[in-house]
């Protein structure tokens, strides 16, 4: 009688199959309690969150309010149906952004242009009184060169006027504010020449140089060189007939010099009388 073979012993468990659908209903339990769990959010938790998004990145303009309360997730895609509304609000605050960019760099260009046509136009007044000046004192130094006192006086122009100087020494006595006798002609024939222009302003300065002087007639050097001014002032008036409203006179003292006071020479050229002639394009005569 042949022998049986021995039954093959079983191995105890489940089978294969088994284990693999528990591990796919595990898979979808927790994929409902994760669904169940984002559905249930906390609303006010959610549109805090959105509002500090919106806060620091911009990406809402309107907050939370911008997504629904619990919507998005429990209707799943459907928010995204205001993305459009989402593009063109953003689409617009972009164009707005760039008019307002466009037009601050046009209101840039626009006061820079305004700077720049200024500029040139200060620029060419500037140049035109200074033609009316070079202009005014040729005429006078020709008128000068026809008398005799012609190496006496010194002629200069700014942009403003012209300027005659005459030597203090030429005019006047050490300490005096009387004009010499010798020089009445001298002033008299500048008197004719500014009667030419007497529409134009004219301002007589009297300077000295920074030696301290005190006599019985002056306390100091600005006494001095306004008495100096005033007297050439009055002359000019009785010898010619230009409007007094259109002259005038300083004193300026030891302040303005246009030489160096520790020489004699620079001294003695800074004792000084300067007419001013101003021509018609320049502030005086506005």
Request: glycine share 6%; with cysteine.
């Amino acid at each position: 009688m042949a022998k049986k073979k021995k039954q093959e012993d079983v191995k105890p468990g489940s089978p294969a199959w088994m284990a693999t659908f528990s591990d796919l209903m595990n898979l979808l339990l927790c994929f409902f309690v994760l669904l169940f769990s984002m559905s249930s959010v906390d609303a006010a938790k959610y549109e805090e969150v959105v509002n500090s998004f919106a806060e620091t990145f911009s990406v809402f303009s309107g907050g939370g309010s911008s997504i629904g309360d619990g919507v998005m997730v429990s209707n799943g895609v459907s928010q995204l149906n205001n993305l459009s509304v989402l593009a063109n609000t953003m689409g617009k605050a972009q164009e707005g952004s760039e008019d307002n960019s466009e037009a601050d760099n046009n209101s840039d260009a626009s006061v820079s242009s305004d700077n720049v046509s200024g500029e040139e136009a200060k620029a060419a007044l500037e140049e035109e009184q200074l033609k009316a000046s070079e202009k005014l004192a040729e005429e006078i130094e020709e008128a000068l060169e026809e008398t005799i006192y012609g190496k006496e006086i010194d002629i200069d122009f700014t942009s403003q006027y012209v300027s005659l100087t005459m030597n203090g020494a030429l005019l006047f006595d050490s300490g005096s504010a009387t004009i010499k006798k010798d020089s009445l002609p001298l002033v008299e024939q500048v008197g004719k020449i500014l009667e030419r222009y007497a529409p134009n302003v004219i301002e007589v300065e009297g300077h000295t140089d920074n030696v301290p002087i005190r006599n019985a007639n002056f306390a100091d050097n600005d006494e001095l060189s306004d008495a100096r001014a005033l007297s050439i002032f009055r002359n000019l008036l009785e010898m010619t007939n230009i409007d007094p409203a259109l002259i005038k006179h300083s004193g300026r003292g030891e302040y303005v010099p246009i030489a160096d006071n520790s020489t004699p020479e620079g001294r003695a050229k800074n004792r000084r009388v300067e007419i001013k002639i101003y021509n018609s394009l320049s502030d005086a005569a506005t």
